[in-house]
């Protein structure tokens, strides 16, 4: 029997002593932060950036009884002149992908994880269509689709109060070679997309 999110949530809560976190609420929840000092780690940072165009946290570790159950990570750059979300592949090149490793608490849960090119679905939100100007046609439909690695069956938990970032490499995969990360191209962003417990008023009080 395949275990679900809510099973995979209770279950690691009771094995690390959060009996109540099972009177929390819970619901699809992301979090996201974009790495503006180009230091190769992704919401490490996020207590200084306080700013809904570059994350939404305000520190990198969950308060008491919340937690999120990872079911998707996606990959996109800032653009450096709109600041608007744009496509990795676009900024660094069809050849750039980018390796990561996620790191919860002390430990890194995932490592050296590759995300390749192009896949289907674009995002995790929608089909990635946003509105742009084309010479001589006018406002036309274009997929800006964002890089992820996607884990519905499985998932990793973040449990309350423990520090999670992420660290990130960008390569050519034809010749190997390091690509360097550069304000110029833009900044690297990462949402953490899934299945979130937040606090609930009702019974917490």
Known sequence: M???AQDKILYVANKLGLSSLNLMQGSTGAVYDVDTDISGQIFSSASRHQNPSI???TQNEFE???ALLIENISFYVLDPATKDVSNFQVAYGSDAIIVYD???????VMKDTPVF???TPYTFANTGNVVATVPNIGAVATVLPRHQTFMEGAGILIPPQVQFS???RVFNVVTGATIAVTDDLGAIGCYLFGTRVLLN???SI
Do not use: Q, W
């Open 2 to 4: 395949a275990l679900s």
């Open 55 to 57: 994350t939404n946290l």
């Open 64 to 66: 008491v009884n919340e």
């Open 102 to 108: 996620l790191i919860i608490g002390n430990k890194r």
């Open 117 to 119: 090119a192009v896949g």
């Open 166 to 168: 992420l660290d990130y």
């Open 201 to 203: 008023f009702n019974t």
